[in-house]
């Protein structure tokens, strides 16, 4: 009987604990990019690695879309205990043919040996990863480079990631020109009635309804735009040119008609 009562109040505090840590997460989820269960994962690992800030307080992980991504900052930003995303990087040299024609993008990802760090597999772009730890350093141009320690929400696994494959809000839900400023991203074109997307010469690029669309990450690709009041959102599409070969064509179009979906 002793025995059915001691397990019956165990699972009484295993039940309390389980909801305070979804109440909590609840109470953020409105601000937070990153969904409940996500949230209680990550505190669950922060505890697991013993997150401490330097007082030694326990380190409650936590979102800050504001915080620059990337390592993109003037001053060494704190990445540890974030909850983030991982993200194609906004490498200029990208092959733009092969993000187009790929049904889903990844990155590399690294675990540490004793000469340094070796890459060990990859991780799908827009994962949602805990921040455990970073070695970063000044590039000499204003911005961080180096790695992060994280911990994958989806698997539990410890590994590292490039820093400028880290990102701290899902940019993907946001407009395409706000999309651009991030990161590369993909959207479909929606045809309405109105203002038709036009190439860099100004002629009507003849898009079907449902195109997918590249959007460039903000600076990739030369900007022509014929009309930037009016077409303002930059998109690359891939058609089949006169010799027969799939070439790229920059478009422009309302942001309106572009859907993101990755």
């Not at 480079?145 to 490039?162: F, H, K, N, P, Q």
Request: aromatic share 8%.
């Amino acid at each position: 009987m002793r025995k059915n009562r001691t397990a019956g109040g165990t699972l009484r505090v295993l039940c309390a604990l389980l909801a305070l840590l979804m109440a909590c997460a609840a109470a953020a989820e409105e601000a937070s990019p990153v969904d409940s269960l996500d949230m209680i994962l990550a505190m669950d690992a922060a505890s697991r690695f013993g997150l401490t800030h330097p007082d030694g307080s326990p380190l409650a992980p936590r979102t800050d879309p504001a915080l620059p991504g990337r390592g993109e900052a003037a001053e060494e930003p704190d990445y540890v205990g974030i909850v983030g995303f991982v993200s194609l990087p906004k490498d200029p040299g990208t092959d733009l043919f092969e993000l187009y024609d790929k049904v889903y993008w990844t990155v590399p990802l690294y675990r540490k040996t004793e000469g340094g760090y070796e890459q060990a597999g990859t991780i799908p772009h827009k994962r949602t990863v805990l921040v455990t730890g970073q070695q970063l350093e000044g590039d000499g141009a204003g911005a961080y480079r180096g790695t992060l320690d994280i911990v994958r929400l989806d698997t539990g696994e410890s590994c590292a990631l490039d820093v400028k494959c880290f990102v701290t809000l899902p940019y993907w839900n946001l407009g395409p020109r706000e999309a651009a400023a991030h990161g590369y991203a993909m959207a479909v074109y929606r045809e309405t009635p109105g203002e038709v997307p036009r190439t860099g010469d100004g002629k009507s690029a003849g898009l079907r309804d449902g195109t997918k669309v590249l959007i460039p990450a903000e600076g990739a690709c030369p900007d022509d735009n014929p009309e930037p009041e009016n077409l303002p959102a930059q998109g690359i599409v891939y058609q089949k040119g006169e010799d027969g070969g799939i070439r790229p064509v920059t478009v422009y179009f309302r942001e309106s008609d572009l859907t993101l979906i990755y």
